[in-house]
């Protein structure tokens, strides 16, 4: 797993207070972790700050699973 | 329905049967009056800041003990998880723990979809989430707006800890919040029995929570001159109510809340029952924002009116909880309570449990009915401490030092608050 994909699951138990074993790359913040829409808010928050990055709300919105916000933040490291 | 013994405040009876208390002298409702019978107190050099780096001119209160549950203190982990509690300001926090408590206190769960309607919350604070406000303001001021949590408004408002209460425990009747400043504690629980009186629940989660020990809590009553600063080498002394040495409040956090239900909806259930609600007065200084007036006049209506709702006259009072907050208008509470009760002032019993926690603010009424709830239960009142020497004599025992076993059927507890806001709350043995 990257440097980046250990960093956001560790964001997302932290701040979800789920067990580490359920953040798998498939998981729903929402349907899965018991994230309600402020949360999500909270959890991009959290991510920008931890890899200076800007996550505008239209892509913020479309950030649904641990998966898609690994993807997301490994593009905008790349880029 | 129709009760001969009813309260004149209205035909249906509302009685306490759940309560839930967290304060300087820790949390549990055996605990906290046993060690405030002792004349225990809960006062000492602030401990979640350094008061007197940032050069505030107080740095005394009464807060909330941390430790272990079985001593006593409080754990927050143990009553709200650690992901939900940065959602919510402290004095959310402790709202929670002192509603969990009553909740649980008074075994009301509601079965079903009626019962949960009929069941409210009616949960204030003078101040809100003041730490919780001061800190987003850094944030924004740093130009980080951006980041500022989406949990910071739903933290701050007042009327979250109601809110929280209900969804919870699914209660999904009226969901109310007063503030009236340090007089918040009484209304919520007067306006809420009346909800119950007028039909609107059958119960009701009632109380106030306050958590201002902050910065900027203490900055801004110190810049109102209210707060006691020549006391702080000896933290204990410091809330001195009646005492010539006053010389203004001591800040206390906590929560008090009750469980309050109509009488025959408890007695079907064969609830415990602490008390009833028997009269409720409300009144206004039209005065001055912090200055009470000539001789607490509105204290005075507040108080009267109190004993007219419950069909009830002086003598018939053998405690009164004094809003009593070791500043000036002491005097003026006392000279309000001896014109009321005339001769029947001399077989008073009137303390100031403020001595012990301090000001609890929006909080205070609510936890100093509880005390008036207890002290008829076991015919105890509380001491006020420190009142060494009074400023003015008076006929009135003010329990100066140590507890009193004493009879009391009924109990008045006064609060007065800011903006010149009084309300006086009568409990009676059932």
């Excluded at chain 2, 001591?250 to 809340?257: H, N």
Aim: proline residues 4%; aromatic residues 6%.
């Amino acid at each position: 797993m990257s440097e980046i994909a250990d960093k956001v699951k560790k964001i997302v138990v932290e701040h979800l207070g789920v067990e580490e074993s359920k953040v798998t790359p498939d998981a729903s913040f929402i349907d899965d972790l018991g994230a309600d829409s402020l949360d999500t808010v909270e959890l991009v928050m959290a991510f920008e700050e931890a890899f200076s990055v800007e996550i505008p709300e239209d892509a913020a919105e479309k950030i649904a699973t641990v998966k898609d916000a690994i993807d997301y933040i490994e593009k905008q490291k790349a880029a | 329905m129709s009760h001969s013994a009813g309260s004149a405040l209205g035909q249906r009876r509302v009685v306490v049967t759940g309560i839930g208390i967290v304060s300087p002298l820790g949390l549990g409702l055996e605990n906290v009056w046993a060690r405030l019978i002792a004349g225990e107190s809960g006062i000492g050099t602030i401990a979640s800041f350094d008061a007197a780096a940032m050069e505030l001119p107080a740095h005394v209160a009464g807060e909330v003990p941390e430790g272990p549950k079985e001593a006593g203190a409080l754990t927050l982990s143990d009553w709200i998880p650690v992901k939900d509690q940065k959602k919510m300001d402290r004095f959310i926090h402790l709202g929670l723990v002192a509603a969990a408590e009553a909740v649980a206190d008074s075994g009301w769960v509601p079965q079903t979809e009626d019962d949960r309607c009929a069941t409210g919350v009616m949960i204030g604070s003078g101040i809100g989430g003041l730490q919780t406000i001061y800190d987003a303001s850094i944030t924004v001021h740093e130009g980080r707006a951006r980041r500022l949590s989406p949990f910071f408004i739903p933290s701050a408002l007042i009327n979250l800890v109601s809110g929280h209460v209900s969804i919870k425990y699914g209660f999904k009747g009226p969901n109310h919040s007063a503030v009236t400043a340090c007089a918040t504690g009484v209304h919520a629980i007067g306006d809420a029995a009346r909800l119950i009186m007028l039909g609107d629940a059958d119960v009701m989660v009632a109380g106030g929570a306050e958590a201002a020990v902050c910065p900027l809590g203490i900055a801004g009553f110190s810049s109102a001159r209210a707060l006691s600063t020549g006391f702080n080498a000896t933290p204990g002394k410091a809330s001195r109510p009646w005492d010539k040495d006053r010389d203004g409040f001591v800040m206390g956090e906590g929560a008090g809340i009750v469980v309050l239900e109509e009488y025959e909806h408890a007695k079907a259930r064969g609830a415990k029952i602490y008390g009833e609600i028997v009269g409720y007065g409300l009144s206004g200084d039209a005065h001055h924002i912090t200055a009470p007036a000539e001789g607490h006049e509105g204290a005075f209506r507040a108080m009267r009116g109190a004993l007219s709702n419950a069909g009830l006259t002086p003598a018939d009072i053998g405690y009164v909880n004094a809003h009593g907050t070791s500043t000036m208008a002491d005097d003026l509470e006392l000279d309000a309570v001896e014109r009321l009760f005339g001769d029947d002032a001399r077989t008073l019993a009137m303390s100031s449990t403020k001595s012990a926690i301090g000001h609890l603010l929006g909080a205070a009424g609510a936890v100093e009915a509880i005390f008036c709830l207890m002290a008829i239960r076991d015919n105890v009142v509380p001491p006020t401490l420190n009142l060494d020497e009074p400023s003015r004599a008076s006929v009135i025992d003010r329990v100066a030092h140590t507890a009193q076993d004493r009879r009391v059927d009924v109990a008045l507890s006064n609060s007065f608050g800011f903006g010149g806001t009084n309300a006086s709350l009568i409990v009676r043995r059932v």
